[in-house]
């Protein structure tokens, strides 16, 4: 079988030392920042970036996969010990979790959450490696026109999918989108935005823009809130759960695993959506559902097990078809073109052993994750106490040092407080700041897609709608649109993402 | 004048006509070539009208839809850590990874409203060393550890 061997293929790279050792300091990272609030898998992903130049492309790629899928382990630790989510993909884990912790069940929540996200992460690594195969085959079909649309579906599904006003998160992919034209154009040789700056010939690194718009606003906006947080549980105690436990929670894992997979894939999906939409699920389908909210096991089972698998099945668009469909999958494409590889679906059959050792990584890390995240939760507790005020310091150093290195130039840490600046703007006008880092990352591949296109068509923009898949992607793009505008679903989203907001 | 109901959304608008707006004026002096053969103005000069035209339709929206103040609660945190960090980036070629450092911690922390000074001197003199340790011998990164002006 073909995918079996596949699967042998991945393991064979994922285990060897090298491998096992940068997978294992992926989650290692990943749990940290996890629990930690306020510092997410993006700013770290893109402080590590330059770092990662030095290793080898699988090795590079295995690590910052690891922390993004072990962040979402680890903001759940947080949501259930100090009702605040570590991650936003955890922020719904706070209702039950805490809860369960009040009443001196932590431990058994923190265990139903680790083996949720390991029957997630399993699942959804299987999903990877049967589904990329064929989608690949499809995208290998692909034409520029194809590509442009494509891309215009993902941008219309990340938009609809995020919180918050759809106008302005247009206006986000829009202004990313011009940020990413600030540079050399490939075919006249012009520079465009650059104001006769030199270093900006190049354009504007992704990294900085991450750490300004990321980091350095998120940390200026926790430091605006006064608040101080306490934790709820000193030691954790009785981790094992009953065997009647466990079968309550299983099909909540279950039908919280299948949405994470399906809410993972579409671009603007993710950790965060998933598990929201994992948890209203779960309230609709228990018979008796008054115990949500007071400390229910199947309202940290689902979403956790959502968030998961949602996270891993993120990574399918970015390797089948080469659309990062998040801001960290964005990262990813920046970690593969250090590398010199285009994301997309030539990766597949160009560099098998890179794209089988990451799948199969996955599922390694999330046994790995278990180990760390069950046995050594007091360590995770005692890095909880680490106040605020000493933590931010921290990592302003580590993303001053980290923009630094990625040219060995100055100027990029001085544009990350242009972007800090932006970043702040941009929390206080409540615009989405994720849309901008997809259009920016996407923005030149358009350009150069709807260039040729329209070159090959001889300027004939019918071309979009006469070729079938085009007009497909362009259809479903247009559709959703339409959906979401209207009056009930608008009522049904905006109602959503209200009891998203923490507690 | 009518009264501004929605404040983000308007500011919002604003930032967005003059983003795109700008990007068009600067794009006007880009050959725009047709569609079948599109010069380097084409995309942005698109991109840059839909910007404003969308920008446009919020500033509209904001006098007729309702929604909250902006909230400015304090400006400290935002001057003083992106002061702390252009600081560093000013300062690190010619004093070097260790005094950097620790400016940008020391500055950094008055930033919190729990700040203790003892505890943010010992902060940096702690990330400083382990700066160093860790990126300039365990990664090689290239900055001078000490001012490079010392070392003659």
């Known amino acids: 079988m073909e995918l079996f061997d596949n699967l042998v293929l991945g393991l064979s790279v994922a285990v060897s030392l090298q491998n096992l050792l940068y997978c294992f300091i992926g989650v290692l990272l990943g749990t940290l920042i996890g629990v930690l609030p306020g510092v997410g898998p993006v700013p770290t992903i893109a402080m590590l970036l330059p770092i990662t130049y030095s290793l080898p492309p699988v090795a590079a790629l295995i690590m910052l996969a690891g922390i993004y899928y072990g962040a979402q382990y680890g903001g759940s630790t947080t949501a259930i010990l100090v009702n605040l989510p570590g991650e936003s993909s955890s922020v719904v884990t706070c209702i039950d979790g805490y809860q369960m912790a009040r009443r001196g069940k932590a431990g058994k929540a923190l265990s139903i959450v680790a083996i949720g996200s390991f029957i997630a992460g399993t699942f959804a690594t299987l999903m990877i490696a049967g589904f990329a195969p064929p989608l690949a085959e499809v995208a290998l079909k692909f034409g520029p026109a194809e590509y442009f649309s494509l891309m215009v579906l993902g941008l219309i599904a990340a938009v609809v999918l995020a919180s918050g006003s759809i106008v302005k998160a247009i206006g986000m992919i829009l202004t990313g989108l011009l940020l990413g034209l600030i540079g050399t154009d490939v075919n006249s040789g012009l520079q465009r935005f650059t104001f006769g700056i030199a270093e900006l010939s190049d354009g504007v690194s992704f990294v900085v823009i991450a750490m300004g718009l990321f980091a350095f606003a998120e940390i200026i906006i926790n430091l605006e809130h006064r608040g101080k947080r306490e934790i709820f549980t000193d030691n954790v105690s009785g981790l094992l759960i009953k065997w009647r436990e466990f079968r309550e929670a299983l099909p909540a894992i279950c039908r919280g695993t299948a949405i994470g997979s399906m809410l993972g894939i579409l671009p603007g999906g993710g950790a965060t959506l998933s598990a929201f939409a994992a948890y209203t699920v779960e309230k609709k389908v228990a018979k008796d559902a008054s115990q949500f909210g007071k400390g229910d096991i199947r309202g940290v089972a689902a979403p956790e097990s959502a968030n998961n698998a949602g996270s891993q099945a993120s990574f399918i668009p970015l390797l089948t078809l080469g659309i990062p469909s998040n801001a960290v999958m964005a990262l990813m494409v920046g970690a593969m073109t250090i590398h010199s590889i285009q994301p997309g679906p030539q990766v597949m059959t160009s560099n098998p052993e890179l794209f089988w050792g990451l799948i199969a990584s996955m599922w390694l890390g999330n046994v790995m994750l278990v180990i760390l995240n069950l046995p050594m939760i007091g360590i995770w507790v005692k890095l909880l106490k680490v106040p605020y005020r000493l933590l931010y310091p921290a990592i302003l150093v580590f993303c001053c040092i980290g923009t630094y290195s990625l040219n060995n130039n100055v100027f990029d840490v001085l544009m990350t407080v242009i972007f800090g600046v932006l970043g702040w703007i941009f929390v206080k006008l409540e615009c989405e700041p994720a849309p901008l880092l997809l259009g920016f990352v996407l923005g030149p591949l358009m350009e150069e897609n709807l260039r040729r296109a329209l070159l090959l068509s001889r300027g004939d923009p019918s071309v979009f709608l006469s070729r079938p898949l085009s007009a497909t992607l362009l259809v479903l793009a247009t559709a959703l649109l339409v959906i979401v505008a209207m009056p009930m679903v608008r009522k049904k989203r905006a109602e959503a993402f209200v009891e998203e907001q923490p507690a | ?152």
């Open chain 2, 1 to 152: 004048m009518q009264a501004i109901r929605h404040p983000k959304d308007f500011w919002a608008g604003v930032f967005f006509i003059a983003l795109g707006g700008g990007a068009c004026l600067i794009a006007i002096g880009y050959t725009m070539g047709s569609a079948a053969r599109m010069g380097p103005g084409y995309f942005p000069r698109t991109l840059g009208l839909m910007l404003a035209l969308l920008g446009a339709s919020l500033v509209l929206r904001s006098f007729r839809s309702q929604g909250e103040k902006i909230a400015f609660p304090t400006f400290r945190p935002l001057v003083i850590v992106l002061a702390a960090v252009a600081l560093f980036s000013v300062t690190v070629g010619s004093l070097g990874l260790v005094i950097s450092t620790i400016l940008l911690v020391l500055l950094a922390s008055i930033a919190s409203h729990e700040y203790r000074r003892v505890e943010s001197v010992i902060a940096a003199i702690a990330l400083a060393a382990f700066v160093v340790v860790a990126f300039r011998y365990g990664l090689s990164l290239q900055l001078p550890t000490w001012p490079p002006a010392l070392a003659g």
